[in-house]
């Protein structure tokens, strides 16, 4: 459409696909979810480009902490089941989670929406996820950037990237130097696959076994495979702050992600120490279902294997953080224990299961 | 490629069409360019998870300032050029001129990098730039996300988005609220579009005029339309601490992003002020390229027309302002003046074009 003011033939911002008010629109009505998620430190009225929030007074020497990720192809399963209202918590999860490893408090949040032509219905109902989450993590929803991008997504698409900050006085910094063998590994399980290796999973379910998300095969009790791959990711914010809070000098923690538990176990052990895995538990069953055509190994590298957060504190403490943990509604999981190792041994080898 | 110890037909995370290895590499890849990005206050050797950044000791009751962007369709040019080594520094540009915009100090910055499948050297040449740009503005690239997805980008494709954090202390948050008839506006030049607009950009220039990126119009002076079109989105980190560190008395400060002058001078003024424009400037020849296909009301309010980032000061300290950016070899543009207007002034009206 022509605009008749213009010049001979001329073009509008709304004729080359990005359309102001419909992002304006979804301004308006997000506004109501960051506001529910705000906390003290934020500055309500002022910054006009950006978020603003002070650091926490009762924090001594604070240093901040910080991740950004996304949910990878989780999005493929939203977009196939229409699933839009937990993918914003899949995203607050994996980034908050990553950040309370260091012991720090979540503090705030930023989200990326980015498709192709703006769905203001879609777009608010992922925000509106985005912000119960940040709610239940204790952190506030502090900015966001949607983002119209024509011809850069299939139709009905759209990818999310998350941003969170968390602060922590610099002398209880969880960084896992104290680590020592005879420490104990206490797991928290997670819901699923939480958000990652959803491109391998999609591969067996859907091509090679040709299940369709609506489908409700044997193994997943009366669930369609679409539900068992859309539970959202845990989010373990209240756990760590439990635990810490009951005074547990807890000397690691690990958000097991990409990687599983070989991956992501190490990253926060000193050289010449591992972990070995005692307990078998409970594999989620949409997990089970994809077993069936991954190896072993390969899914162990892959999937959290049913386990989604992991402390390492010391025997003497372990049972005071299944304490904190019981009092949330947690069954813990005895995972193992730390053991020494040659510092050569090949980084994902330092995990040994059982 | 069936795996041989595996379940009959079993596929591997590869198979799906993610390869960690391509991820690790491109990790090993980036670190030098993030170690050259440091600040005193990283924490260097923490952080499996995440990033960890001190608060800067010599900020008084510190407040947290972020902001989150992308940089649009600007991409789509850099895919048809393969100029990937600049649209890092869109990206740094678009976050952190926002955060400045509070008079916080950049801190730091993580990056989300999202595409189909991984292309190291590409991702490596795109996360140079956004260091560069870092390290020009003074913040630490703290962390990032690559995000390999297949089946959510076309081949050769991605998205980016970023994430900026400043510093401020409290008493010195420029907000706009002091704002006052007869204050001047002093403008920087934009580079050309920067990173806004560029779908309107794309649409005129290569559909609808049928130009190719490597084609030479007159008006552009020699340059590419890739070239012109791909002029990285100007820094003014230096620049606002310059005009600070001169001991101005900053009122309020405008990145001139999406929404142009009439869209992002408002946001800072308080209600019933507007901004009288004087100065007419040269636009970016881009633009006027751009122009004979798109009406002048259009034009205002998509792209910022030449000004990339604006400061309200007192008319007595307009000289002063303007001596500390002639030292960084700027020419400040005297835009116009701040006047009053009624209240009910609709939004966009308020800033008066000559």
């Known amino acids: 459409m022509a605009s008749?003011?213009?010049?001979?033939?001329?073009?509008?911002y709304r004729d080359a696909g990005v359309d102001i008010d419909a992002g304006d629109d979804l301004v308006e009505r997000i506004k109501p979810f960051a506001k529910m998620t705000r906390i003290p430190e934020v500055l309500a009225d002022v910054g006009g480009?950006?978020?603003?929030?002070?650091?926490?007074k009762d924090v001594e020497d604070p240093v901040l902490v910080s991740g950004t990720d996304g949910v990878g192809t989780k999005l493929k399963v939203a977009f196939e089941t229409g699933a839009h209202d937990t993918i914003g918590s899949d995203l607050v999860g994996m980034c908050v989670n990553d950040v309370i490893t260091t012991g720090a408090r979540p503090l705030f949040f930023l989200d990326y929406f980015g498709t192709g032509k703006l769905d203001v219905g879609t777009a608010e109902r992922v925000v509106r996820g985005i912000a119960e989450a940040c709610r239940e993590s204790g952190c506030?929803?502090?900015?966001?950037?949607?983002?119209?991008?024509?011809?850069m997504y299939a139709p009905g698409e759209y990818d999310l990237a998350g941003f969170a900050v968390g602060v922590v006085a610099?002398?209880?910094i969880v960084d896992g130097k104290r680590v020592a063998a005879g420490d104990k590994v206490v797991g928290l399980r997670s819901s699923g696959l939480h958000s990652n290796g959803y491109s391998l999973a999609r591969r067996v379910l859907f091509d090679e076994m040709k299940l369709a998300p609506g489908?409700?095969?044997a193994g997943l009790e009366g669930r369609t495979v679409g539900e068992a791959l859309m539970a959202p990711t845990r989010l373990y914010a209240r756990h760590v702050q439990a635990v810490l809070s009951?005074?547990?000098?807890?000397?690691?923690?690990?958000?097991?992600?990409?990687?599983?538990?070989?991956?992501?176990?190490?990253r926060v052990l000193p050289d010449g120490l591992g972990v070995r895995l005692g307990a078998r538990w409970k594999r989620p069953a949409i997990l089970e279902l994809v077993a069936e055509r991954v190896e072993e190994h390969e899914l162990r590298r892959v999937f959290n294997?049913?386990?989604?957060?992991?402390?390492?504190?010391t025997a003497e403490e372990e049972e005071r953080t299944n304490e904190a943990l019981r009092a949330l509604g947690e069954e813990p999981i005895a995972l193992g224990e730390i053991v020494a190792m040659p510092p050569e041994t090949d980084f994902e080898a330092r995990v040994v299961f059982p």
């Open 4 to 12: 008749p003011s213009g010049p001979k033939g001329s073009i509008s």
């Open 49 to 56: 480009f950006a978020g603003l929030c002070a650091v926490p």
């Open 140 to 151: 506030a929803l502090l900015g966001g950037e949607t983002a119209e991008l024509p011809g």
């Open 170 to 172: 610099r002398s209880k």
């Open 215 to 217: 489908d409700k095969p």
């Open 246 to 266: 009951a005074g547990v000098d807890v000397r690691a923690m690990s958000h097991i992600t990409g990687g599983g538990l070989p991956g992501n176990l190490p």
């Open 305 to 313: 294997l049913g386990v989604g957060y992991v402390f390492v504190v």
